[in-house]
């Protein structure tokens, strides 16, 4: 038989693009509508989180008031030295985040120059190859 005989032989409906075309129309529709409600619900959902955040945030702040006895002068001293030390630990965080990104850059530069060299040996083997 021939392939032309095969092709033939199928019989394909008249309304089968129309339909593929509605289908298709419609999938795309679901779509849709599934990613709209999956973004209503991150909303919704980062909504409620926020409303809490900001619960404990206001209730951590009216529960660690000024202590009535103490003198305003000695509380703004405590302050600054306690910003003081945030600072401090704020930079040997960032320092020892910084040294370990850089070990891992150490790690790619190594990498990177075995990639170079296999590759300069790839090049020149199928250079030499094909030129002949």
Known sequence: MKEDDLFDKIVVPAD???KLVALID???VEDIRSKRKAARLRLWTSG???GIAL???AGLYFQSGRKPDAPLAA???NRIEERDIAITETQKA???VSQN???GLDHLALANSKIEKANEK???TFNNTFKK
């Open 16 to 18: 089968l693009e129309s």
């Open 26 to 28: 419609r999938l795309a």
């Open 48 to 50: 409620i989180a926020a």
């Open 55 to 57: 619960l404990i945030t």
């Open 75 to 77: 509380q703004s001293g």
């Open 94 to 96: 960032l320092v020892l």
């Open 101 to 103: 990104f850089n070990k």
């Open 122 to 124: 790839f090049n020149h």
